[in-house]
């Protein structure tokens, strides 16, 4: 059974940083494209950032380019988003996703999900 786990989500002030991590089992973990998408109140979901773990190639929404940065860690089997200069608009839930196509999952069609973990950025 694959599981995707995050964690590291929470309460921070406007220009603070939050890391997070997806820990992923049951999977071939260098196989597959893992990444993040986040949905805020009353708004579509968005893909913001994944990375291939197979080769490192990474791709970020203009929304967080240059203030989020993707990581695998594949020893670990584990991803982590870090986010920096967080505003207001970066309040969500944020969603581990994965899949073996990279283009899929890119455009919001990967095969599993993760639980999400809450992130609040306040004013």
């Known amino acids: 059974e694959v599981q995707l786990v995050e964690s590291g989500g929470g309460l921070v002030q406007t220009g603070g940083s939050l890391r997070l991590s997806c820990a992923a089992s049951g999977l071939t973990f260098g196989n597959y494209t893992i990444g993040w998408f986040r949905q805020a109140p009353a708004k579509e979901r968005e893909g913001i950032s994944f990375i291939s773990t197979s080769n490192g190639g990474a791709y970020y929404a203009d929304s967080v380019k240059g203030r989020f940065t993707i990581s695998s860690d594949n020893a670990k089997n584990t991803v982590y988003l870090q986010m920096s200069s967080l505003k207001p608009e970066d309040t969500a839930v944020y969603y581990c996703?994965?899949?073996?196509?990279?283009?899929?999952?890119?455009?919001?069609?990967?095969?599993?999900w993760g639980q999400g973990t809450q992130v609040t950025v306040s004013s």
């Open positions: 996703a994965a899949g073996r196509n990279f283009w899929r999952v890119r455009t919001g069609f990967p095969t599993y």
